[in-house]
């Protein structure tokens, strides 16, 4: 007799936990046979996902799990794939006429820079000579029109097409230029719907090579609103170092996967600051979180950003520091992080 038994492969393998989530392959139900000859193991998994990556990562988890069993012999993990049926209501999801990629920037939890590293990322991209625009879906904290120093007011075409306001080389979107200074946002569910499918579809962004998006906090409905709309190409994650944001960027990743979208890569934002007095550098809030989890999530580290004052005052008076000093220290994180996108994005 083996010292193991079905029960005890089956406990090992709840450790095993499902990328992007806090349950087990086993309390997914993922673990669909387990057989024992002799001191050899063989384990049949089944699961349903678009992403080679996340099979090939639970194939190694699993393996690696049961090989710590004492007495454990030859150990064999199949894993049957199957493609993933579309998501119920995904189905009306459309490429934008005229918009080559659509980027979304979001985030787990809010107060993270999300808008401030959108802004910057979609500048330094238009800076390469990509089309490129931005659009604020942030309809109840919208901040791209004061990022880019204009209230201006969107006019229209002869098609009832609305034109995107254009600062810096981007063409921009945002219900900042809706409204007075100060008034709130005052919507529900139907007219969040209503306004972040205009955005989208009732905007004349054509021709771009790229659109950003910059998606409010959270998994919410303007979130899924945005994913049945229009088909992403890809998703940046932004997070900041500690532990209690990795959670919530975790969530907003686990969101991507099971709408089918590919996420290009995480955004350490605030990773640490450098004293103007002596240089150095301090971790306010941690060191080595971004890095942690995108190799936990098996996708790019696209960069670092620092807590910097010259970038909080460029967002303040209206003018990304991608634009007013792209060459300076946090101009270049910006070109390398936009060029990075530009790799994964060709890449899928």
């Known amino acids: 007799m083996p010292p193991f038994d079905e029960q005890a492969i089956r406990d090992t393998l709840r450790g095993v936990k499902y990328p992007g989530f806090s349950r087990d392959i086993v309390s997914f139900g993922l673990v669909k046979d387990v057989r024992i000859a002799g001191v050899d193991v063989a384990i049949q998994l089944v699961l349903t996902t678009a992403e080679p990556a996340i099979a090939r990562q639970i194939r190694d988890e699993a393996q690696a799990a049961i090989a710590r069993l004492h007495g454990v012999g030859r150990i064999d993990v199949k894993v049957d794939v199957q493609a993933p049926a579309q998501a119920a209501g995904l189905s009306s999801a459309k490429k934008l006429e005229g918009v080559e990629h659509v980027i979304a920037v979001a985030s787990g939890k809010g107060g993270v820079g999300k808008s401030t590293i959108a802004a910057n990322l979609a500048v330094a991209l238009g800076a390469t000579g990509a089309r490129t625009g931005l659009c604020d879906c942030d309809l109840y904290g919208p901040s791209i029109a004061l990022m880019f120093g204009t209230n201006e007011r969107p006019l229209a075409d002869d098609e009832d097409r609305i034109l995107p306001i254009e600062r810096e080389g981007l063409k921009l979107m945002s219900m900042g230029f809706l409204l007075d200074d100060g008034s709130p946002a005052v919507l529900r569910g139907p007219m969040v719907t209503r306004y972040t499918q205009q955005f989208l579809r009732q905007v004349a962004w054509a021709p771009l090579d790229y659109l950003f998006l910059d998606l409010p906090p959270g998994t919410g409905d303007i979130q899924l ?95 990304p520091l991608a634009a007013s000093d792209p060459n300076g220290p946090i101009g270049v994180v910006f070109k390398q992080m936009a060029d990075r996108i530009r790799q994964g994005v060709e890449a899928h």
């Open 225 to 319: 609103t945005i994913v049945q709309t229009v088909a992403l190409t890809g998703a940046v994650i932004v997070t900041t170092p500690q532990e209690v944001a990795l959670i919530d960027a975790r969530k907003a990743v686990a969101m991507f996967h099971k709408t089918n979208v590919p996420v290009l890569g995480l955004v350490e934002n605030m990773s640490y600051f450098v004293s103007p007095d002596d240089r150095r550098h301090y971790d306010i809030f941690g060191s080595g979180g971004g890095e942690r989890e995108a190799a936990r999530l098996r996708v790019p580290l696209l960069g670092k950003v620092p807590i910097d004052i010259a970038l909080r005052e460029s967002g303040d008076v209206g003018r």
